[in-house]
Nanobody
Framework: QVQLVESGGGLVQAGGSLRLSCVASTRTFSNRAMGWFRQAPGKEREFVAALSWAGTNTYYADYADSVKGRFAISRDNALNTMYLQMNRLKPEDTAVYYC?????????????????WGQGTQVTVSS
């Protein structure tokens, strides 16, 4: 059974930064796509960022337009960990953030295409 455990959420003022971490129980996703999604109360779960596998130790990043230039996704396969560095946070970034993995090598913007999910970590950005 593959498990994803998230951490790093919290309360931050607008303009501040947070770094989220997602630790996988195995190296299952070293050659597969992984990503971050978020869900605010009363809203659909939306795509945030993802890494697609393009060969040995080669990955490509994709971002939602709403976070492009502010967020950065990365991974450390030696630690089985994926990160989301969030800078210049805005109140509209407030949501529960989830890490996710899928069996394919390329990312997908749809949450329905991901099989493995973390428990979520709350990010709250105050005005």
């Amino acid at each position: 059974q593959v498990q994803l455990v998230e951490s790093g959420g919290g309360l931050v003022q607008a303009g501040g930064s947070l770094r989220l971490s997602c630790v996988a129980s195995t190296r299952t996703f070293s050659n597969r796509a992984m990503g971050w999604f978020r869900q605010a109360p009363g809203k659909e779960r939306e795509f945030v960022a993802a890494l697609s596998w393009a060969g040995t130790n080669t990955y490509y990043a994709d971002y939602a337009d709403s976070v492009k230039g502010r967020f950065a996704i990365s991974r450390d396969n030696a630690l089985n960990t994926m990160y989301l560095q969030m800078n210049r946070l805005k109140p509209e970034d407030t949501a529960v953030y989830y890490c996710a993995g899928r069996d394919g090598t390329r990312y997908d913007k749809s949450a329905l295409q991901y099989t493995y999910w973390g428990q979520g970590t709350q990010v709250t950005v105050s005005s």
